[in-house]
């Protein structure tokens, strides 16, 4: 397993802890997870209304992909600036922008509540971003003074509940998986429910009353993507899912986990439901 580079285990400002490892692996599974991710995000944003030549905020951007989806969609005559806490992550999307000649996205080194872009814009976006802040409303009004007049706010926050994963008919190590990877998330602080608290999020930070859906991937046996991202988020979730005493490396056979996952499946024909995400957005008066 890869070693876990992530900085001290400790909070600020009381935030709940990173779930994820802070190493090339958990690089690269954002990246996975974007892809697998991407329809319903992009989904969401077409909702929100994010069109050509839109200046768009992307908060915690990871390696950059929900970002890259922003650009495709405001076009070259549009620009988008993605801002992270991580400056080694931000180096990967920087040369990936790079790479593939996405003049019109930059990123900055930041928390999302006292980053200081100097400007205003069309649309403030985020996936996953939320539930990692002590107070998301407050997280919410401080972004929110970013927007021009008019402006549209679209997240998107994952609940961690027990019927928020699924597989049926049932199987134990899915069973297990999920169980898992929920007791690691509790034991960091992380807000298991962000998904279903969006709504009031939005609301309490005094911007107008959000439209929301809650969407989920639907997979069989045959979807090796499925299993795979299953298993690389447990994968990254280990640091401190081992450090939490949830299981042993023994116990979760990291290096199988997939493998194992969808014999599983495709044994008891079963459909799964990957992890239930909500979506939100709102405009402010113009």
């Given at each position: 397993m890869?070693?876990?580079?992530?900085?001290?285990?400790?909070?600020?400002d009381g935030d709940p802890v990173y779930v994820m490892a802070r190493n090339s692996a958990e690089t690269q599974r954002l990246i996975d997870q974007a892809a697998f991710r991407e329809p319903l995000t992009r989904r969401l944003f077409e909702d929100a209304g994010i069109a050509p030549g839109m200046r768009v905020l992307d908060l915690g951007s990871g390696a950059g992909d929900v970002a890259f989806l922003a650009a495709e969609m405001?076009?070259?005559?549009?620009?988008?600036?993605?801002?992270?806490?991580?400056?080694e992550v931000l180096r990967t999307a920087r040369a990936r922008a790079e790479a593939a000649g996405l003049d019109h996205v930059d990123f900055t080194v930041g928390d999302l509540r006292t980053v200081d872009p100097g400007e205003r814009f069309d649309a403030v976006i985020g996936r996953f971003v939320l539930m990692y802040l002590a107070d998301p409303a407050d997280g919410l009004r401080r972004v929110a003074r970013h927007l021009a007049p008019g402006g549209t706010l679209a997240l998107m926050e994952v609940n961690w509940r027990p019927e928020s994963m699924m597989a049926f008919p049932s199987t134990p190590l899915w069973e297990q998986l999920w169980t898992w990877m929920c007791e690691t998330v509790e034991h960091a602080g992380v807000e298991?429910?962000?998904?279903?608290?969006?709504?009031?999020?939005?609301?309490?930070?005094?911007?107008?009353?959000?439209?929301?859906?809650?969407?989920?991937?639907?997979?069989?046996?045959d979807d090796t993507d499925a299993h795979l991202y299953a298993a690389h988020t447990l994968r990254g979730l280990m640091p401190l899912m081992l450090q939490y005493g949830v299981a042993t490396e023994e116990e979760v056979g990291i290096d199988s986990l997939a493998r194992r996952l969808q014999a599983e499946t495709r044994a008891a024909g079963s459909i799964l439901k990957i992890t239930d995400v909500v979506g939100a957005y709102t405009r402010l008066p113009g």
């Open positions: 890869s070693e876990d580079t992530r900085t001290p285990d400790t909070t600020v405001v076009g070259p005559t549009g620009r988008v600036l993605g801002v992270d806490t991580d400056p298991k429910n962000m998904g279903f608290k969006l709504h009031h999020a939005f609301t309490e930070a005094g911007l107008p009353r959000p439209r929301s859906t809650l969407q989920a991937a639907i997979a069989d046996g």
